[in-house]
């Protein structure tokens, strides 16, 4: 079956074309579980005409087997793709999907209305012009109904259409759908959504989908079909200042070189002023290459390659922008950000943070507060939860050109992402710089660590340490700088019991308070190494991901990984400072090893095994590696 048009057969060369300039409208589906949201969906591409025969012979079959409508067709079975969405009857993946009317084209992400998969809803909205939040008339404004609500303002969708759904199965009562339109308009207006339309509906049975029903007189408003082809999508990304991030620097010959990647706002057109943002530097543009030849202008949306007409120094991250409005640059930000992952945010915990087409290492460095989408309260919070929407402070390791997310949904917003295991963790939007970002600077100076490094006749380097408490550590440690004193090697040891008396005595044995612990030792052990010292770090840092984080700080030419490995039962048998007995009769909780995890090495510089290498023995190795390595001469 397909779309029915005279044009079909008079000339199909005019209805190609009329198809091709048909208005393109992305919208998603949210709501709670069972509001009917795959079945809106499924009936929407029914009603258009794009079940195929074979489609509908499936979808009869599949009804009668895993449908939840009796003897009748189960639409949602269209959308439900994945096995455990048949069987459990909800939506668990993102599903997009493409319909077409005689006047425009559609395509609509149905995301699911579980709360554990919140998350995906964000990844469909993302992208969306509209949004259409289903209600089961049965039951009305739930909470999920809100989280949504909430999320879709805070994604700057600004075309809200609430489908009070389900009207069939009470008697299409007005009084209900009044009351749910308004109670819904009341948190509505609360998060700035006044302008949403309510339209009664039943998706199963079609009432109100393509055209208004019988079912329901009291209702004079538009079908949903008839509204969405007539919203009228403000092109904001059109009207916006000129903003292209460049993804790739296009060098086919050596005659050539542009600068390729997608318009995210504005137009440009050869003779433009342009300026490249972090660097500042400005030019013209020369051509914008396509492979259908050079174009005049091109806008928001389209994919080209520019050319300037200067010779400047662009990279993968950077934007192109126009010449006198600019993106601001910053390094430090204020964002609201969606907590996606499983583990709660840890604050002051790297991350990658994906910004445009630039990946740059992120930390969230203070959780301002978290919102309850239920009555919108602002509730102080020291860390976010799966699903949890909370205002942050976010910093950066380099400066990025950015707009705020109201001004720019592309150069405004960023992910988050695991950077042991790549899965996202968050998604955040840019709300503004934060003030300190533009009013600190590095300060150069003349004796650098070149000179310290020259003055102290060695290399600097940052011996770090790690393995359980009881494991030998601070022992060889402190065994190997006294070697290296005798040699003549300027060091200095780090232990982290000492440390916690000074510099880190506010912090406890949570896992926020043990990834500040190593922040702030990462940071003492960089400055110390920037003077020509070689650093000896004896901390138990049990998180991976923080070890790694320390080596990207400091730098593999400095950075020496030494595990101290130790079986848990030797090191609880060693026991020197009675800590594990403590924790087994739990007066010390959050103890490494009993009820807080170890995370071991997979590849250190180098491996101490404790039961086969003495304390001696494991310090010569040590001074023997760094020799090897240059870090000291031969001859030291």
Known sequence: ??????????????????????????????????????????????????????????????????????????????????????????????????????RSKFVVADTPGHEQYTRNMVTGASTADLAVILVDSRKGILTQTRRHSYLVSLLGIKHVVLAVNKLDLVDYSQEVFDAITADYAEFAHEIGLDGFVAIPMSAYMGDNLTERSANTPWYSGPSLIEHLESVDIDDAAAAAPFRMPVQWVNRPDLDFRGFS??????????????????????????????????????????????????????????????????????????????????????????????????????????????????????????????????????????????????????????????????????????????????NIHWQSVDVDEAAHTRLKGHQPAVLWFTGLSGSGKSTIANDVERQLHALGAHTYLLDGDNVRHGLNRDLGFTEADRVENIRRVTEVTRLMADAGLIVLASFISPFEAERHAARELIGDQQFVEIFVD???????????????????????????????????????????????????????????????????????
């Open 1 to 102: 079956m397909t779309v029915s048009s005279e044009l079909i057969a008079d000339d199909i060369e005019a209805y190609l074309e009329r198809h091709a300039n048909k208005s393109m409208l992305r919208f998603i589906t949210c709501g709670s579980v069972d509001d009917g949201k795959s079945t809106l969906i499924g009936r929407l591409l029914y009603e258009s005409k794009l079940v195929f025969d074979d489609q509908l012979t499936a979808l009869e079959a599949d009804s009668r087997k895993s449908g939840t409508q009796g003897e009748g067709l189960d639409f949602a079975l269209l959308v439900d793709g994945l096995a455990a969405e048949r069987e459990q009857g909800i939506t668990i993946d993102v599903a997009y999907r493409y319909f077409t009317t005689e």
């Open 261 to 438: 990647g997608q318009i995210v706002s504005g137009t440009v057109s050869p003779g433009d002023p342009i300026r490249v943002l972090p660097s500042g530097k400005t030019s013209t543009v020369e051509r914008i290459v396509t492979m259908g030849g050079d174009l005049d202008v091109a806008g928001a949306g389209r994919s080209v390659t520019i050319t300037l007409a200067d010779e400047i120094d662009i990279s993968r991250g950077d934007v192109l922008s126009i010449g006198d409005n600019p993106p601001a640059v910053a390094d430090q930000f204020e964002a609201c950000i969606v907590w996606m992952g499983e583990a709660p945010m840890l604050p002051e915990r790297p991350f990658l943070c994906q910004i445009g087409t630039v990946t740059v290492t992120a930390r969230i460095t203070k959780p301002k507060h978290k919102i309850n989408v239920n009555t919108l309260e602002k509730t102080a919070t020291t860390t976010l939860a799966l699903n949890e929407i909370g205002v942050c402070n976010l910093s950066f390791d380099r400066p990025v050109p950015f707009d705020p997310y109201v001004g720019n949904r592309d150069t405004g917003s960023f992910i988050l992402i695991d950077r042991l295991t790549n899965s996202t963790v968050g998604a955040g939007m840019i709300t503004h710089s934060l003030r300190r970002s533009d």
């Open 566 to 636: 130790t079986a848990l039962a030797v090191a609880e048998e060693r026991d020197p400072k009675g800590l594990y007995k403590k924790a087994r009769r739990g007066e010390l909780v959050n103890f490494t090893g009993i009820d807080s995890p170890y995370e071991p090495p997979q590849h250190p510089d180098i491996h101490i095994d404790t039961s086969v290498t003495t304390t001696e023995d494991a310090a010569i190795a040590i001074i023997d590696y760094l020799r090897a390595r240059g870090t000291i001469s031969r001859s030291v």
